[in-house]
């Protein structure tokens, strides 16, 4: 909501006197549900899932940049992800928004770049976790197949041949949002 997003903005500034850096993340859960199976119930998910992606990240970014602009300085780092750029059956909610978190960070680098301000997205693939592994297992079991054939195949098409691990995305995203950027 814009009026949290504001208050988050202000209570930050009046705890530390200022923001160098802003992450946003927000995703609010791992549905799946492909377009031609979506029930009246699912669209209003579906439009939720894509409102905190999209909206999320456009009120975090509207209230804390002014901030930093008139600083004349700062990071904003949105974590997106490849499905930004290829999504999958069934993610059209999470392609969406993340697409539009990742479109607005282009936006906000154009705008926000004069004032000292830059703008970056981290957009990992898949993140090695419990999560995934226990995604790639429910896959094996329903295709029939061992687990280690689904973990093949996801990363056959990787450029390094492996899943990334949160601390590796984790430093993509401190140093996007140090100063040696």
Known sequence: ???????????????????????????????????????????ELWRRCVEIAAFGTLLACRYVAPHMVAAGRGSIVNVTSMSSRVCYAGRSDYGAGKGAAHKLGHALADELGPFGVRVNAVAPGFIWSDTLRDWMEKVAAQEGVAYEEVLARNVRDMALRRIATEDEVASAVIFLASDRA
């Open 1 to 43: 909501k814009p009026a949290d997003a504001r208050a988050l903005a202000l209570r930050a500034i009046a705890e530390f006197g200022r923001v160098d850096v802003l992450v946003t993340a927000a995703f609010p859960g791992p549905h799946r549900k492909n377009v031609l199976d979506v029930d009246e119930e699912y669209l």
